[in-house]
Nanobody, 127 residues
Framework: QVRLEESGGGLVQAGASQRLSCAASGRTFTLYDMGWFRQAPGKERDFVAAITATGSSTYYADSVRGRFTISRDNAKDTVDLQMNSLKPEDTAVYYC????????????????????WGQGTQVTVSS
């Protein structure tokens, strides 16, 4: 069992930056590829970014590439999402997730690849 808790959400203006953090506890954090997803009201949960267990590879949705950066600290069992140049369309609840141990890197953009989820943190970007 992996427990995940997100923090860092809130209200910001368009163009600003915000950093989300996800703290993991339970099973060995370094075993898991990690991802961030987001869900806006009335919409599906969409992939944002993912990072492999060692941090050697990262993946991004086209909508955030160049603006968002995912990183992890395996000594602290945390994974962060640095969000720059925020837009109103980035408004959503952001979820941290730990991938299934059998997930391939090619599947990390799918929510079905993930076994554990946090409760989510709201990010609201005003225009």
């Amino acid at each position: 069992q992996v427990r995940l808790e997100e923090s860092g959400g809130g209200l910001v203006q368009a163009g600003a930056s915000q950093r989300l953090s996800c703290a993991a506890s339970g099973r060995t954090f370094t075993l898991y590829d990690m991802g961030w997803f987001r869900q806006a009201p009335g919409k599906e949960r969409d992939f944002v970014a993912a990072i492999t267990a060692t941090g050697s590879s990262t993946y991004y949705a086209d909508s955030v590439r160049g603006r968002f950066t995912i990183s992890r600290d395996n000594a602290k069992d945390t994974v962060d999402l640095q969000m720059n140049s925020l837009k109103p369309e980035d408004t959503a609840v952001y979820y941290c997730a730990a991938a299934q141990l059998t997930a391939s890197s090619g599947s990390l953009n799918s929510p079905f690849a993930y076994a554990y989820w946090g409760q989510g943190t709201q990010v609201t970007v005003s225009s």
